[in-house]
Nanobody, 116 residues
Framework: QVQLVESGGGVVQAGGSLKLSCAAS????????MAWYRQAPGEQRELVAS???????NYADSVKGRFTISRDNAKNTVYLQMDSLKPEDTGVYYC??????????WGQGTQVTVSS
């Protein structure tokens, strides 16, 4: 049974930092792509960052230089370090896991609110 559980969301002032975690079970190593998406109120869900096993990362232009995605296979966890947060970063952040020949898996989401 695949399960993704996000944590680390909260309320922070603009300029602050948060670190999101996504714990994957049974094992993160079965997935080739781990990613973070976000959805603001009234908006479509968008890709924030992704990482593949060799450590190749990809970021949305809006978060480059401020966010860092990483994966720790030993802890079966993917992280999203978010620095210099802006009010427009507000939204529900979702973890997504992909592997070949299977539909993507999603977590339940964690709310991030950045106040100005």
């Amino acid at each position: 049974q695949v399960q993704l559980v996000e944590s680390g969301g909260g309320v922070v002032q603009a300029g602050g930092s948060l670190k999101l975690s996504c714990a994957a079970s049974p094992s993160i190593s079965i997935f080739n792509v781990m990613a973070w998406y976000r959805q603001a109120p009234g908006e479509q869900r968008e890709l924030v960052a992704s990482v593949t096993p060799p450590g190749r990362t990809n970021y949305a232009d809006s978060v480059k230089g401020r966010f860092t995605i990483s994966r720790d296979n030993a802890k079966n966890t993917v992280y999203l370090q978010m620095d210099s947060l802006k009010p427009e970063d507000t939204g529900v952040y979702y973890c997504r896991a992909e592997r070949p020949f299977d539909t993507p898996y999603w977590g339940q989401g964690t709310q991030v609110t950045v106040s100005s």
